[in-house]
């Protein structure tokens, strides 16, 4: 994600610094034969491709930040190097300067508690590929000043794309979607001896264009069952730990916890035909989903249009809510939900009332 997030500054025209902790010479390569490559298309001339070789600087010594306006870290997702690496950074640059954590699930103020000047420290949330991907997620704590949240906007904005403002009581929703998703598909699995096989069948088929468990496994379990603990707050800590754990006991159990390895442990014992109701399980996801955007509707900054369209975009939606709201209407909604919240008592589940799904989903 570090060489994407380069690229995302890079070719939006700003000079960049980059902290390689190791090899430095691989990342300045990758990033010459990239740029000869443009020069072969004759995207650039030679005289561009002299001027952005120039344009970028490569080092393990944290001094090369001396002036940067903004820091953005994009290390692995753990809590105490994140924090050890902005408590030196910290020593580096001006007080002006921005501090911005990718994280995808680490509470920005353990990432930060080790800073002094917190009202420049934000969250700048960038989802793989950078470079196709619409959203960035911008996430903010109490201690994190509006001139912050207004920069980062700002270079989101002139990077030509969209932003969408969370703050600590709801920060990495989008991240987060991916894992209330996963976890409710996980629950029917369960509940219809249902396999993994089938349900990326059914959603692939009838509701995403990646299936989240195939989302699951490009980012690996043992990532996203640490991101389970940090999601795992009052309203959604029923079907959270319950599929963390899950994954928890299949990394012990002998299932690698990297990326792409997580579907190759159940083949090809996992292709058992089932002939659970595929309808039951996509209309239950999308009214969690809905029923989800009202609740934040109440405690985000970004308007509801702008985050259905990221929720979509993030999770690959082949159909809109509006549509879907429009096919099953307020009825069946109340009873898929009421169903489940009946047998886990999670608040993911408690349904809102019908004016409320009419004034952001009913198409006029």
């Known amino acids: 994600m570090g060489k994407e997030i380069f ?7 700003h000079n960049v610094s980059v902290i390689c902790i190791e090899n430095e010479e691989e990342f300045r390569a990758q990033i010459e034969k990239q740029l000869r490559k443009n020069l072969k298309r004759k995207l650039i001339d ?6 952005l070789m120039n344009s970028f600087r490569i080092s393990s010594d944290y001094s090369l930040l001396n002036n940067s306006d903004i820091v953005v870290e994009a290390v692995l997702e753990n809590e105490s190097l994140k924090s050890s690496i902005f408590e030196k950074v910290e020593s580096f640059v001006s007080g002006k300067c921005i501090l911005a954590t990718n994280t995808s699930s680490i509470p920005l103020a353990d990432i930060f508690q080790r800073c002094k000047n917190k ?16 959203f960035i997620e911008i996430n903010t704590e109490k201690f994190t000043s509006d001139y912050s949240i207004d920069i980062v906007k700002q270079i989101v904005t002139e990077s030509d794309k969209k932003y969408i403002v969370l703050s600590e009581n709801c920060n990495m929703y989008l991240n987060r979607a ?4 996963a976890s409710h598909a996980y629950v029917w699995k369960c509940e219809n001896n249902a396999s993994y096989s089938y349900i990326n069948h059914i959603l692939d088929d009838q509701m995403m264009n990646y ?7 490009s980012i690996g379990i043992g990532i996203v069952s640490v991101s389970s603990d940090y999601f795992a ?4 800590s029923f079907i959270l730990k319950k599929f963390g754990d899950e994954l928890k006991r299949l990394i012990n159990d002998g299932c ?10 159940f083949e090809p014992s996992d292709n058992k035909e089932n002939k659970a109701d595929g309808a039951q399980l996509t209309e239950s996801l999308f009214a969690m989903l809905m029923n ?9 900054q970004t308007d509801v249009e702008t985050l259905k369209c990221a929720v979509q975009e993030v999770l690959g939606l082949t159909h809109t809510f509006d549509s879907v709201y429009t096919n099953c209407g307020y009825d069946k909604i109340k009873v898929l939900l009421d169903s489940y919240y009946l047998k886990t008592r999670c608040d993911v589940y408690r349904v809102f009332e019908k004016e409320k799904y009419d004034k952001y989903f009913l198409t006029v």
């Open 233 to 236: 707050d009052l309203r959604y």
């Open 178 to 181: 991916i894992s209330i998703v």
């Open 211 to 217: 299936s989240v468990f195939e989302m699951i496994d």
């Open 292 to 300: 989800d955007i009202i609740y934040l509707s109440g405690i985000i």
């Open 46 to 51: 030679e005289s561009e491709f002299n001027n």
């Open 256 to 265: 690698s916890g990297k990326p792409e390895e997580f579907l190759k442990y």
């Open 7 to 13: 690229w995302f500054f890079f070719s939006g025209g």
């Open 119 to 134: 009202q420049r420290c934000i969250g700048m949330h960038f989802f793989y590929p950078v470079k196709l991907s619409q």
